[in-house]
């Protein structure tokens, strides 16, 4: 979403973006590293298999038939994710790449984060409270790189998706929405 805004400046008057991949789980440093071999793959076998990575704990913060509370059809987000690609890959780096050397966006643009991550191969109570997707203080960094106007909401005990926390965490973040959406101008003003 910030990369189709920043080729259609103009047209949001506002952006919530609920945690962004603006950034590589380890580091821009990392994704520098790996980028270039992912291009390569991509050029030679775009739908080239890659190792599956999701251990299936973000399912299992958020599924109702583990330890989270939404009922949803998982062929639409199975448990451990997509298959990847190095096409599909190369193209995410690529992006955070153009947003790790600032989009310039002047849409007024609010970032919802948690407060905490915890990527770890191993599974823990901790899980349900934190994301465990994104490294949320890398993310959090790079979102100062979309344009000038830029909230970060950083939501304790969020999920990596924060709007499929827990009802008391989804208000916070709803409550962080109002709050800024009421800075906004207001339109034709």
Do not use: C
Not at 158 to 178: K, N
Request: aromatic fraction near 8%.
């Amino acid at each position: 979403m910030a990369l189709w805004n920043s080729r259609h400046r103009g047209v949001a008057a506002g952006l919530v973006l609920n945690s962004p991949w603006l950034e590589f789980q380890a580091t821009g440093f990392a994704r520098e590293l790996i980028a270039p071999l992912m291009k390569l793959g991509a050029r030679r076998n775009p739908l080239a298999p890659l190792p599956t990575v999701d251990p299936g704990f973000y399912t299992r913060t958020v599924s109702s038939g583990s330890d989270g509370s939404w009922t949803y059809n998982q062929a639409w987000r199975p448990e451990r994710g997509f298959p990847l690609h190095p096409g599909w890959l190369a193209a995410v780096f690529a992006g955070q790449d153009q947003v790790a050397h600032g989009l310039g966006a002047e849409t007024p643009t609010l970032v919802l984060l948690s407060t905490h991550s915890l990527l770890s191969p191993k599974w823990s109570e901790e899980m349900t409270h934190v994301d465990v997707a994104l490294n949320v203080d890398a993310v959090a960094h790079r979102a100062l790189s979309l344009g000038d106007d830029v909230s970060i909401a950083r939501i304790h005990g969020a999920l990596h998706d924060v709007m499929l926390s827990e009802p008391r965490v989804r208000e916070t973040a709803y409550t962080a929405i109002r709050r800024w959406a009421r800075t906004l101008p207001l339109p034709g003003a």
